[in-house]
């Protein structure tokens, strides 16, 4: 075939594919390389182990690694973000109470960068709004995902795609924790993990003990019908998928499976065109660990000032249940805190989880599992566990002192000081 026949033929390509339109440049690039990519079998040696790249995991895992932790994150899915990027709840909330910021440090700094990129609007802080969630961002979730991974990369965070833990066992002071991929298998030799999977996973795994209730809140599948989706400017709607369980892959499919059929079912009702889909159903809700500290609803509402108190937290208690959700405000004043004992498993060590599996009755969960609030918890976690692995030592035997101090310095907001 001559030069221009060839490219006779490219056009018609592009104009099939196009309906008709030519395009008139198109950009490539190659795929990043890394020595050992290729192998099947790894080992490697890290301070600091992140499981799940979720809301509070990628905050965590970026903390972890500016605090000059070696860390790896392991996230089954394909992106950083979790249910903020995956599930489509591009809506963190809540960053203020009574008219000022709470919550900053990482995860703030990421929503702001996100924002701003975007050409997205803030809410007013200052201002205490009639309703919570009018102070909740607009994320551009496709965004937000990729500038998590890009702080990683800054942070010297490695990050791990398609990968989840087979096996964890103590080795010397730390852990081994096989995982595995498709085609893949690494072990991996750590001083501390950080389970932020959502459901406390590997602490699952650890035979440690974990608390469920019989009926959990419904999942969501997030979509569009009939209007594109305008990322980071408007909500998606949203479908409630009753017993929607994320305890492993086969639960996991069946909720997908059936909040997908009902979108279809939907759409030939509805007679509208699909516009806009998630790829995975938000979960609410499924284990919570029993930690050192076990934050009780009381504990919640009265807004108890821990004196292990890491994060502050803010949102109403929000219960979702077959008939929905009916938010029970919080009393002016009252700011919530997340106390490190909550993020330690009872009797653990070198082990922390951080997000919705906070050690918590169910009601106090329903309020300390917003996004914002899982933000503190990863980047308190990330700090904490890098300084445990800095000192040979573990997570609840690190100076409180150090940890306020080096969290004040990452821009985190502490409780009592706001
Ligand atoms: C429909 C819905 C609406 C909500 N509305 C709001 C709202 O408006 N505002 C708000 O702030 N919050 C809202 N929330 C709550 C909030 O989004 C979540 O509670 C929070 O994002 C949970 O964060 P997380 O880090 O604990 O878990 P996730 O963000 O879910 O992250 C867990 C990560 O771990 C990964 N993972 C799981 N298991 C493994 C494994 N074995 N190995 C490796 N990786 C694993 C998952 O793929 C995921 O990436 C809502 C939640 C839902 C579901």
């Known amino acids: 075939m001559s030069n221009s026949e060839q490219t006779d033929r490219r056009q018609f390509i592009q104009k099939s594919i196009l309906g008709g339109m030519a395009i008139s440049s198109t950009s490539e690039v190659f795929a990043q390389s890394e020595e050992g990519a290729k192998e099947s079998d790894l080992t490697q040696e890290v301070d600091v182990l992140v499981v799940g790249g979720g809301t509070a995991g990628n905050i965590a895992a970026i903390q972890a690694g500016r605090a000059g932790a070696k860390t790896l994150i392991i996230e089954r899915g394909a992106q950083l973000g979790g249910t903020t990027t995956t599930g489509g709840v591009a809506f963190p909330g809540l960053f203020d109470a009574w008219g000022k910021q709470i919550i900053a440090g990482i995860g703030w700094e990421l929503v702001k960068e996100c924002v701003e990129l975007d050409g997205g609007k803030f809410p007013n802080f200052a201002k205490v709004p009639k309703r919570h969630w009018q102070n909740q961002v607009f994320v551009n979730q496709f965004l937000y995902a990729i500038l998590a991974e890009e702080k990683c990369e800054q942070a010297g965070v490695k990050i791990a795609y398609h990968e989840f833990p087979q096996s964890v066992q103590k080795a010397g002071i730390g852990w081994e924790v096989v995982c595995v991929g498709f085609g893949t298998r690494r072990r991996v030799r750590c001083k501390q993990i950080i389970d932020c999977t959502g459901g406390a996973e590997v602490v699952g795994m650890m035979g440690l003990p974990r608390l469920r209730e019989e009926e959990t809140q419904p999942g969501s599948m997030l979509f569009n ?98 008939s929905g959700v009916k938010p029970k405000p919080l009393k002016p004043g009252t700011v919530p805190t997340i106390p490190l004992g909550a993020l330690v498993p009872k009797g653990s060590q070198n082990l922390m989880v951080a997000g919705r599996c906070v050690s918590s009755d169910r009601l106090a969960n329903s309020g300390l599992r917003v996004q914002a609030s899982c933000m503190g918890m990863g980047q308190a976690a990330g700090l904490t566990a890098s300084l445990a692995a800095a000192q040979s030592t573990t997570p609840l035997e690190v100076p409180l002192g150090e940890i306020h101090r080096e969290l004040a310095k990452h821009g985190a907001i502490l409780p009592g000081k706001s």
């Open 225 to 322: 019908l009939g209007e594109a989706n305008n990322p980071g400017h408007h909500q998606l709607h949203r479908l409630y998928v009753h017993g929607a369980d994320s305890s492993n892959s086969r639960t996991v499919t069946l909720a997908n499976l059936t909040g997908r059929r009902s979108v279809l079912e939907k759409v030939r009702k509805e007679k509208k065109r699909l516009m806009h889909l998630q790829p995975e159903t938000g979960f609410r809700e499924s284990f919570r660990i029993v930690g050192e500290t076990m934050i009780t609803v009381n504990d919640y509402t009265n807004g108890r000032l821990f004196r292990d108190a890491v994060s502050n937290a803010f949102y109403p208690v929000d219960l979702h249940t077959k």
